[in-house]
């Protein structure tokens, strides 16, 4: 299972990749916001730091300006993968992208009947968001189960993004499931790191090897 980072802020970004264990990075208008420095060139700065999938939003309603955005973003940068939303005038441009072989991410995909529309519209990676379903009452996992059984049993080229992490149950699941990629949030690859037995056994071990004697 590949690892994205869900975040646009470069420190968090940089700190995966140093970890060495960076396969891609995914954006969205909301993170974007939050780092106070204009989209297009923060974008370059995360493609500096990843050579991987750099996962950027379209913001067109309608096809002709989603494909002319993408075209953009995959002049610019050939490992930008350009998020479509999943709506009518986006599944069109995603269609004619694939056509062009331009990689396209469909994002806000809550059904598995949208996600078997975005991998016949040709999209290179589908990102179902569990964590806003499960915030309202619908087990979002069981979406994720759903896709991967559906694209399974047709061989469906798109991969599945599992998006919306909340915690690190969420990519022990995705992990289970087979999903092909989990992007977590900077806080949430924080405790995927962290186990308290791993704190303690470590300060047992320092704390027993100041004891042995010096030779
Ligand atoms: O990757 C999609 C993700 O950013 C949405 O997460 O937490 O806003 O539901 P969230």
Known sequence: MKLFIDTANLEAIKRVADLGLLDGVTTNPTLVS??????DKLYDEIAKVCSGPVNVEAVNQDADGIVKEARDFHKR??????????????????????DEGITTNMTLVFSPAQAILVAKAGAGYCSPFIGRLDDISHTGMDL?????????NYDYDAEVVVA???H????????RIGADVVTVPPAVIDKL???PLTDVGMKKFLDDYA???KG
């Open 34 to 39: 939050r780092e106070k420095m204009p989209a």
């Open 193 to 195: 790191v962290k186990h």
């Open 144 to 152: 994720i189960e759903d896709i991967v059984t559906i694209y399974e």
């Open 168 to 175: 690190p149950l969420h990519v022990v699941e995705a992990a």
């Open 77 to 98: 940068a050939p490992n930008f993968v350009t998020k479509v939303p999943c709506f009518e005038e986006g599944l069109k441009a995603v269609r004619r992208l694939a």
């Open 211 to 213: 004891k042995i004697p």
């Open 164 to 166: 919306s992490v909340r």
